[in-house]
């Protein structure tokens, strides 16, 4: 079974540019979470969308938005780039059945960006 | 709210000897429990986990046990290779929507 995959990997932006990165899930599994990880912050969660609904929402400023499309496939974007948004972005994938429940994330390589 | 409390890194070991890395939580119910690893430029890896009080969760000998007593899940290793340095990352859900808490991770170091 292929695992999470992210799109793409590595990334160089400027400050007040947006960007759009991309997530794939495990086949089958609906629910997608995004976390940034920085040397500072470690991980942190961003959101997490399941069938379309973003369900759950970390504390990030509005700049940070996400989506998910029927085929579970996910977006996020962050508008007006900022240096401190340097970071990993890592997408992560469980086939919870859409109960909170104790289902297992995958994660996926993630997405190195880096703004100058 | 929940959080994790990893033991500072980094830790360096020879190989072959013994690792322990601690781990600690605080969270509301009874959340399950887990150990990642991250290997240089990828991302994190599911390495074991354990559901409930007492359950050992075991991968590529590594092993951790669900201490409900002294809310710990403590990875451990009886012979360390090198090819286990890495950032061990405890984490831990208690319920919510695919919320998964953090520790800081802990960097390991094993030198021939």
């Known amino acids: 079974k292929a695992g999470v995959t992210q799109t793409p990997r590595y990334l160089i932006k400027t400050r007040g540019q947006q960007v759009t990165l991309s997530c794939s899930p495990i086949?089958?599994?609906?629910?997608v979470s995004w976390y940034q990880q920085t040397p500072g912050q470690g991980l942190q969660f961003l959101f997490e969308?399941?069938?379309?609904?973003?369900?759950n929402k970390g504390n990030f400023p509005g700049r940070f938005s996400g989506r998910q499309f029927s085929n579970s496939r996910s977006e996020m974007n962050v508008s007006t780039l900022e240096l401190g948004d340097s970071a990993l972005y890592l997408c992560?994938?469980?086939?919870?059945?859409?109960?909170?429940?104790?289902?297992?994330?995958?994660f996926g390589p993630g997405t190195r960006l880096t703004v100058l | 709210g929940d959080s994790v409390t990893q033991m500072e890194g980094p830790v360096t070991l020879s190989e072959e000897a013994f690792l322990t890395i601690n781990c600690t939580y605080t969270?509301?119910?009874?959340?399950?429990l887990f150990w990642y690893v991250q290997y240089p430029g990828e991302g994190l890896q599911l390495l074991l986990k354990?559901?409930?009080?007492?359950d050992k969760g075991s991968n590529k000998g590594f092993e951790a046990t669900y201490r409900k007593e002294t809310t710990s899940f403590h990875l451990e290793k009886g012979s360390v290779q090198v090819s286990d340095s890495a950032v061990y990352f405890c984490?831990?859900?208690?319920?919510?929507?695919?919320?998964?808490?953090f520790g800081t991770g802990t960097k390991l170091q094993v030198i021939p």
């Open positions: 354990a559901t409930k009080a007492d």
């Open positions: 086949s089958g599994h609906r629910s």
């Open positions: 969308y399941f069938s379309e609904t973003q369900r």
């Open positions: 969270a509301t119910g009874y959340p399950s």
């Open positions: 984490a831990l859900f208690s319920g919510g929507y695919q919320k998964v808490t």
């Open positions: 992560a994938s469980s086939g919870t059945s859409g109960v909170q429940g104790t289902d297992t994330q995958y």
